[in-house]
């Protein structure tokens, strides 16, 4: 047999598997030599979705995911594959050991690509990952279009682990997408345990751009901007929310924080990040309503501009950096310049204050660089046991 036929015998062994799973509402088309992801994905459009921008694509989505994730024996596939176009799409549940995969073309501003956009503002999510493990959701603009109250792009909200026994990590992927225009977070994850969100954009939502309960994440090389709440969001409670690393990501123009961490939460890494224009602190640390402290987190190698945006000046919101309650926190090696919206010094400018602390316990404040890095003073705060603060030279930014 040729390499051809052989190729057309796999393919053809391969979707027949699939026809008798899906039924005859949905019978495959036949295989050509250009459907090269046939082979290891199911093509949404397989199921009926047309990706028109018009059509309710919502059941023939949701068909394909119940689908793929109903396919025994088989280590391939187990992905989705959502072509280029605009999907409308209510509310779909993802599958446990599944994926949901797209091309990849938006812009700083726009959706572009592989685009599902919600049509239903009473749903509770678009993409729904609770009570999933495994799954994998990328190369998609998730594109919430303004709609209803509190809708999330992504959304996990699983039970309390302590209370299961059987409790155990639910690990999910978010790579390379676009989570935008939501009425809620972009991505809302509660009880997350061993997750990632890298190489992605979270913008312009309502509520927090990432918010989650949980622990042994990564957040890696993301954009979060302009999202209505904070950037990103940990809520703690102690022990529910630690063990997280933050790398390389452009956390800018939230009218919350860059970075909000309260609760109790602990246990991370801020390495490496630019937090530029954020209307309130670059990165808040603090207790919120619980009475635990938050605790061992690193920041070490930032660069913090132009925060506290909309602060009131007098307000320890507006500061690059605040630390309440805390302990055992590291922070060095950072740089701080102030600035106004149009990136020079004509004002108004901001932040008042480089770094706020009170009452902190075990904690470094040492060897960051201050050039022209707030209007007024560069380090504030006191009370505390063993604090270090020193080796932190700078100067204030002068408006005009």
């Not at 939501?182 to 312009?204: E, K, L, N, P």
């Not at 009475?291 to 061992?296: H, T």
């Not at 030279?393 to 002068?398: A, F, K, Q, R, Y």
Request: proline letters at 4%; one cysteine or more; glycine letters at 14%.
């Amino acid at each position: 047999m040729s390499l051809q036929g052989r190729r057309r015998f796999a393919r053809s062994a391969l979707t027949g598997g699939f026809s008798l799973a899906m039924g005859a509402a949905f019978p495959m088309p036949a295989a050509s030599d250009q459907q090269t992801t046939s082979q290891t994905y199911l093509d949404v459009r397989q199921f009926g979705a047309k990706g028109d921008g018009k059509t309710d694509d919502t059941q023939a989505i949701q068909t394909a995911l119940d689908t793929v994730a109903q396919i025994n024996g088989l280590s391939q596939p187990v992905a989705i594959f959502v072509p280029p176009g605009v999907y409308c799409s209510r509310r779909v549940q993802m599958r446990s050991n599944t994926a949901l995969i797209g091309i990849t073309a938006y812009d700083y501003s726009q959706p572009g690509g592989s685009q599902i956009k919600l049509i239903d503002g009473s749903a509770s999510c678009l993409v729904d990952i609770s009570g999933t493990r495994g799954v994998t959701i990328q190369g998609l603009s998730l594109n919430g279009a303004k709609l209803g109250t509190n809708v999330h792009g992504i959304m996990r909200e699983d039970p309390d682990p302590s209370k299961n026994p059987h409790a155990h990590e639910n690990a999910s992927r978010i790579e390379a997408c676009q989570v935008a225009h939501f009425s809620g977070d972009g991505v809302h994850m509660m009880h997350s345990w061993a997750w990632t969100t890298r190489h992605s954009m979270i913008a312009y939502n309502g509520g927090h751009g990432l918010n989650y309960v949980g622990w042994d994440g990564f957040v890696h090389d993301c954009w979060l901007t302009n999202n209505r709440g904070a950037g990103l969001a940990a809520h703690g409670p102690e022990g529910f929310t630690s063990a997280v690393t933050f790398v390389g990501n452009r956390i800018e123009w939230n009218y919350q924080q860059g970075i909000l961490i309260e609760n109790g939460s602990g246990m991370m890494q801020i390495t490496g990040n630019f937090f530029d224009r954020n209307y309130l602190s670059g990165i808040a640390v603090t207790p919120g309503n619980a009475p635990s402290r938050c605790d061992q987190i690193t920041m070490t190698g930032n660069f913090f501009y132009r925060n506290g945006k909309s602060a009131p000046g007098e307000s320890p919101d507006s500061s690059h950096l605040r630390l309440e309650e805390a302990r055992g926190i590291t922070c060095v090696g950072n740089a701080f310049r102030a600035g106004d919206d149009s990136g020079s010094s004509k004002g108004p400018c901001s932040p008042s204050y480089g770094i706020c602390y009170k009452n902190l316990q075990n904690c470094v404040i040492t060897n960051n660089v201050f050039h022209q890095g707030a209007m007024k003073t560069l380090i504030m705060g006191g009370g505390g046991t063993g604090v270090i603060v020193e080796n932190n030279p700078g100067s204030l930014l002068v408006a005009g």
